[in-house]
């Protein structure tokens, strides 16, 4: 006879599970929150950037555009050139020509008339010796002599008239010449300009170009000054990345089991069995 009401009882088995909790090192650990922290108070200063500064325009460059604006260069020139050729270009009159008549031409007129007028009075002397004074032969030899004489006067009036007239033509291609050199002289005067302004732009920009690498040079070192705290945080993230990974772990685990009373029930059934074997058959 039972005194448990049939037999053994016992509770559902409980499935076995197991827990891990990998962690680094604990040194490690520490280390790399360490770097955590430091990161987040760089990370909350503010960082100064330097403004971009561009270099303004060299002295070089301050005189070139001085010069580019002065306009005219060469305009003087150009405008007694004008004037030189408008003179020139004039016909040749009576005041172009009396400025280069021989100024002795007068005396060279007084001489031929002087020495005709000596053959005249020769030539009445003569006639006086010969008994012939007054007479026909004298008359036309008179006449002769003042025709050659009068001639003579009118070809050197005519030889003064056309060197001055050649040396006034001569004057006037000098000037036709000189006020076109001197156009060109304008001209060549107003190239020199442009060249200096070049000149001056193309020096002056190689300063500039010198002044902008030192600002741009200037800011590239306050920026690396800036951002030199990450550099070195991430020099150390860089360095705990690399480093060792030692682990540790912890392991938590449950398997079945049964509960005490159901253990209690089951020593109880136990001994009771063991004791109705030990009763002999008959025995009460």
């Given amino acids: 006879m039972s005194f448990f009401g049939g037999g053994r009882s016992s509770q559902p088995a409980t499935p076995t599970t197991q827990t891990s909790f990998v962690r680094e090192a604990p040194g490690i650990e520490e280390r790399k929150i360490e770097l955590m922290d430091i990161a987040r108070q760089v990370a909350q200063q503010p960082i100064n950037l330097p403004d971009i500064q561009v270099s303004p325009l060299s ?13 005219g260069v060469g305009s003087g020139t150009v405008g007694q050139g004008i004037q030189q050729i408008l003179g020139a270009a004039a016909p040749v009159g009576q005041q172009q020509i009396s400025q ?65 007239l050649g040396a006034a033509q001569r004057q006037q291609q000098v000037g036709l010449a000189a006020g076109q050199q001197l156009g060109q002289m304008g001209g060549l005067q107003q190239q020199m300009a442009q060249g200096d302004i070049n000149q001056l732009f193309a020096a002056g920009g190689v300063q500039r170009q010198l002044a902008q690498q030192a600002l741009d040079a200037q800011r590239q070192n306050q920026l690396q000054q800036a951002y030199e705290p990450y550099q070195r945080a991430e020099f150390l993230a860089n360095l705990y990345a690399a480093g060792p990974k030692t682990q540790s772990g912890i392991t938590m685990g449950t398997a079945p089991s049964t509960s005490p009373l159901a253990q209690a ?15 002999q058959p008959g025995q009460v």
């Fill in 100 to 164: 280069y008549l021989n100024p002795y031409q007068q005396y060279v007129t007084d001489e031929i008339a002087r020495q005709g007028q000596m053959m005249q009075n020769q030539l009445g002397a003569q006639a006086v010796g010969a008994g012939a004074f007054g007479g026909g032969r004298e008359g036309v030899q008179q006449a002769e002599l003042q025709g050659r004489t009068l001639s003579n006067i009118g070809q050197s009036l005519a030889t003064g008239f056309q060197t001055a």
């Fill in 265 to 279: 029930v089951g020593t109880g059934i136990g001994a009771f069995a063991a004791f109705q074997g030990a009763k």
């Fill in 59 to 71: 002295a070089l460059e301050q005189q070139g555009m001085t010069a580019a604006g002065q306009t």
